[in-house]
């Protein structure tokens, strides 16, 4: 009786060698894929150090590169990408690229509009460091429970609604901001929980997904007159975008609280 080995064909052993080569050419595809978001990046960066800054261009690009970010992770689960792409750590660079697109950029954007009040470079270093310290928490991210520890530096969306605050209620939309800013980025270096929402617990996987894709369509439907709010919209169209955001936050923090007592 002959093992599995020596009954392998060499027409199957070809066979086989390709299918590997297929499996670990898709798994390096994805940290291309990745990569490619410091593409956008350099984009953004252009658009905000130009002699003419364009907010609205600024957040196409780094739109664009949310986009990539929210595909290559259930693309590198999908195609095992830590086992047929190992020599590269992925995760790298993807805190790489975060760190660029949605902290970076965005709040040196908010610093060259001056969209916040007093010494404005420094309350945008304050966000950069607390930031950092965001990207270099070791527990930041814990998947298996589907959460972030500590504010996970959205700060593309702060910058965002920022802009429109400012543009909509001047020096009062300003000072809001600056509020809004500090306890944001005091929320990222403490142990304070919210929802990955590629990984969200059930039962709330599909309603924070659903209602993010939903909320991802109302700032588009603002991209075109940023950071003006459209004239077909008002204000009643800003406050209401805001529904998901407030959401998410009292649902983070419901699931927190929930999953201290348990575990008490």
């Given at each position: 009786m002959r093992d599995g080995r020596e009954m392998e064909t060499p027409d199957f052993r070809d066979k086989k060698e390709r299918a590997r080569w297929g499996r670990k050419t898709r798994a390096y595809a994805v940290h291309v894929l990745t990569a490619t978001g410091v593409a956008f990046a350099f984009l953004a960066m252009a658009s905000v150090m130009g002699e003419e800054v364009s907010?609205?261009?600024?957040?196409?690009?780094?739109?664009?590169?949310?986009?990539?970010?929210?595909?290559?992770?259930?693309?590198?689960?999908?195609?095992?990408?830590?086992?047929?792409?190992?020599?590269?750590?992925?995760?790298?660079?993807?805190?790489?690229?975060?760190?660029?697109?949605?902290?970076f950029?965005?709040?040196?954007?908010?610093?060259?509009?001056?969209?916040?009040?007093?010494?404005?470079?420094?309350?945008?270093?304050?966000?950069?460091?607390?930031?950092?310290?965001?990207?270099?928490?070791?527990?930041?991210?814990?998947?298996?429970?589907?959460?972030?520890?500590?504010?996970?530096?959205?700060?593309?969306?702060?910058?965002?609604?920022?802009?429109?605050?400012?543009?909509?209620?001047?020096?009062a939309g300003a000072y809001f901001s600056l509020g809004s800013t500090l306890v944001l980025a005091l929320m990222t270096i403490l142990p304070?929980?919210?929802?990955?929402?590629n990984q969200a617990p059930d039962p709330w996987q599909w309603p924070v997904i659903f209602g993010a894709v939903i909320w991802l369509g109302m700032m588009l439907a603002m991209l075109p007159t940023f950071p003006s709010v459209p004239a077909w919209g008002g204000d009643w169209f800003l406050w209401a975008s805001l529904v998901y955001p407030a959401f998410y936050f009292g649902l983070s923090f419901y699931l927190d609280l929930e999953g201290r007592r348990v575990a008490s």
């Open positions: 907010p609205r261009w600024t957040f196409i690009w780094l739109a664009t590169a949310v986009v990539i970010d929210a595909a290559d992770g259930p693309l590198a689960r999908l195609w095992n990408v830590k086992l047929y792409a190992a020599r590269i750590y992925g995760r790298v660079i993807d805190d790489i690229v975060d760190y660029l697109t949605f902290t950029i965005p709040m040196m954007l908010v610093w060259r509009m001056g969209w916040l009040p007093g010494p404005d470079a420094l309350w945008v270093i304050l966000v950069m460091m607390a930031s950092l310290f965001g990207f270099s928490n070791a527990t930041a991210k814990q998947e298996g429970e589907g959460f972030f520890l500590g504010f996970p530096s959205y700060w593309n969306v702060v910058a965002f609604y920022t802009g429109l605050f400012v543009a909509e209620y001047g020096a304070v929980r919210f929802i990955y929402p």
